[in-house]
């Protein structure tokens, strides 16, 4: 359960004393702010619950004052009131905080459009156009008035909110959710599918058919699963609309979800170049060649990907454990054409410590000694310890490994550890053979 801060630690009450205020009634004939940059003043207001027009009450005053706080708009709050005969002017002083804010996600509200739904929420938070702040008490507002939108349309559902982040530095959102109501995903549509069949597209989202609909759910799938379809057909800039779900009551899909995923699937490119800069421990050429795309064919963007991680593995054999690299396709729109300009950052080079041998016999143990090459201060290959078992261990436990195959048992389990110190620049490794 929320806490509700204590306002007057926070608000700052500058209130002059009406003469008589005890005996006489006040109508609210003006609401002013002073401080505001960000915000609107009817924004502000609309915050307040406060209107020209009502009768004057110190309570409700008060109750504007927590409500500014609450809402995490501002850092103070204060007020000041000015009187002339029966009509009152409220002036709010205050400081606007340094807010946060993120995308606010309908999603499964599959009966309603998001427009709809904003103006839901609007009753109970006026300024609300999407985005809501990270902190203050607007999020439970929100959840709120959702909850009353479905009560008012008879659903008995239950509103459940979450901060969601896709992935490390992805911006954040704010995702509302029904609980309480099966929501079985039953009929699929791909409106724009031409050079991938629709055809291949809903075989190839046969996992989403029958599960519980979630926008964020679908929009990841897609983004997953089916974007790679058009990378690897050279169609890298095909997009996925935000999924558009309605509630179907037909026999065919009685009580479930019609979704459709437009896709606007983009130009099918060929392969230009790729430009390398940055790079020393591996030439363009060598790159290029790891890279293994050719001029004309298509840019298949399945295999780039691939050729990334095998070209981080290649500069890891040098020695180079941690490279960066940034990549920036340059589209030739005109001649459908791409070239790929990679940024490399090689990071420091490591070099070898010790070898640690565990778990082998003593004989076992000094011919992997004498058999290992990569010697304490020489350029560090991670490759090498996988060779070194396919070629040289494997020989070493050649007689182990049949004798367990004649009895039936498995391999045992062979495991490799790096231990990487970053200061020193160098990598221990660790082989332990575990029966």
Known sequence: ????????????????IIPGAAQQTFKIAKIEFEGLNRLSTDEAIATTNLKTGD?????????????LVDSGQFKNVAYRTRSTKDQITITFVVEEAKVATSRVVFDNFVWFTDP?????????????????????????????????????????????????????????????????????????????????SETKLIQSSKEL?????????VSMFALKNLIPLYREAGQLKAVFAPPQATWESS????????LTLPIDEGH???????????????????????????????????????????????FGRKGFLFPRMKTVPEFNDDAQKVTYKFS???????????????????????????KWLLKPGAIYDRGYSGEFTQKQISEILREMFLNRRTQGKPAPDLKWEESINREALTVDLTVELKN
């Open 1 to 16: 359960m929320r806490t509700r801060p204590l306002w007057l630690s926070l608000v700052l009450v500058l209130q002059f």
């Open 55 to 67: 009768t004057f009450d110190l309570s409700a005053l008060d109750a504007a004052a927590q409500k």
């Open 116 to 196: 709809e739904l904003i103006a839901a929420v609007q009753r109970e938070v006026p300024s609300f156009t999407g985005l809501a702040p990270d902190n203050g008490d607007v999020v439970e507002r929100i959840s709120k008035a959702l909850q009353r939108f479905l009560h008012e349309h008879q659903i008995e559902a239950t509103v459940t909110y979450m901060m969601s982040q896709d992935a490390p530095g992805s911006p954040s959102e704010h995702v509302f959710s029904v609980n309480g109501v099966p929501l079985p995903i039953c009929t699929l549509h791909f409106p724009g599918a031409t050079n991938i």
């Open 209 to 217: 058919r029958g599960n519980e609909y979630s926008n964020k759910f």
């Open 251 to 258: 026999a065919n899909c009685k009580g479930g979800v019609d």
């Open 268 to 314: 099918v490119y060929k392969w230009e170049r790729a430009e390398w800069t940055g790079n020393k421990a591996l030439t363009s050429p060598e790159l290029d060649s790891l890279l293994g795309m050719q001029a004309g064919n298509v840019a298949d963007g399945v295999k780039i990907d691939k050729s990334i991680f095998e070209i981080q593995k290649a």
């Open 344 to 370: 490399v950052n090689e990071g420091p080079q490591f070099r070898m410590g010790k070898l640690t041998v565990k778990g082998f016999s003593d004989s076992e143990t000094r011919q992997i000694n004498e």
